[in-house]
């Protein structure tokens, strides 16, 4: 079974930075996307990154370009979000999520595209 588990949510100053892990566990396609989402307190998640598990391409929304990276290490075992320069804009719940995807349509990095959400982290950026 698909699993994804967010840590590494805090309290950051703004202009701090943070760095979001999602351990993964259960996946057997070789063709997935791990989406990294926000969801600030009384709105709907948006994306803040993107990253194609199989060729590593990345895709980050404008608000957060230059400043947050998505990444991950050799087993794939693990997907980490670092977030640098955060603005108080940025506090909310994070969730990481996978989508699994058919090569020839690719992934769509979107809400309603995601198959497995983790349970989120809580990030607060505040004086």
């Known amino acids: 079974q698909l699993q994804l588990v967010e840590s590494g949510g805090d309290l950051v100053q703004p202009g701090g930075s943070l760095r979001l892990s999602c351990a993964l566990s259960?996946?057997?396609?070789?063709?997935?996307?791990i989406g990294w989402f926000r969801q600030a307190p009384e709105k709907g998640r948006e994306g803040v990154s993107c990253?194609?598990?199989?060729?590593?391409?990345?895709y980050y929304p404008d608000s957060v370009k230059d400043r947050f990276i998505v990444s991950t290490e050799g087993a794939k075992h693990t997907v980490y979000l670092q977030m640098n320069i955060l603005k108080p804009e940025a506090t909310g719940i994070y969730y990481c999520?996978?989508?699994?995807?058919?090569?020839?349509?690719?992934?769509?990095?979107?809400?309603?595209?995601?198959?497995?959400w983790g349970r989120g982290t809580q990030v607060n950026v505040s004086t």
């Open positions: 990253l194609i598990m199989n060729d590593f391409t990345t």
């Open positions: 999520a996978a989508e699994v995807f058919n090569t020839e349509v690719g992934a769509s990095c979107q809400v309603d595209g995601v198959d497995f």
């Open positions: 259960g996946f057997t396609s070789d063709y997935y996307a």
